[in-house]
């Protein structure tokens, strides 16, 4: 069974950079759709960005040109580099992987951009 963790969060200034982290466990990263997402208290969950076992990557239009998914293979890792971080990014995200039956999702990390 696949596990997910992620972490990289953290306390950020308007403008900053975090990188964010998801280590897939117990399978291979490659065979599947990674995506993250991330959700403010109150508030829904929402798409962030995704990576498919394809390598074809997409991101919501508020983080494009700011936010980028990579996958690092030998690593089993999934990586969101977030720059020119802004108030409205604070949230907990998440990191979901999708393959065939299997919908899987990580802890969650909290990233929080507050000057």
């Known amino acids: 069974q696949v596990q997910l963790v992620e972490s990289g969060g953290g306390l950020v200034q308007p403008g900053g950079s975090l990188r964010l982290s998801c280590v897939v466990s117990?399978?291979?990263?490659?065979?599947?759709?990674i995506s993250w997402y991330h959700q403010a208290p109150g508030k829904q969950r929402e798409f962030v960005a995704t990576?498919?076992?394809?390598?074809?990557?997409d991101y919501t239009d508020s983080v494009k040109g700011r936010f980028t998914i990579s996958r690092d293979n030998a690593e089993n890792t999934v990586y969101l580099q977030m720059n020119n971080l802004k108030p409205e990014d604070t949230a907990v995200y998440s990191c979901?992987?999708?393959?065939?039956?299997?919908?899987?999702w990580g802890q969650g990390t909290q990233v929080t951009v507050s000057s």
């Open positions: 979901n992987a999708i393959a065939r039956a299997e919908n899987c």
């Open positions: 990576i498919t076992s394809g390598s074809r990557t």
């Open positions: 117990g399978s291979i990263v490659s065979i599947y759709d």
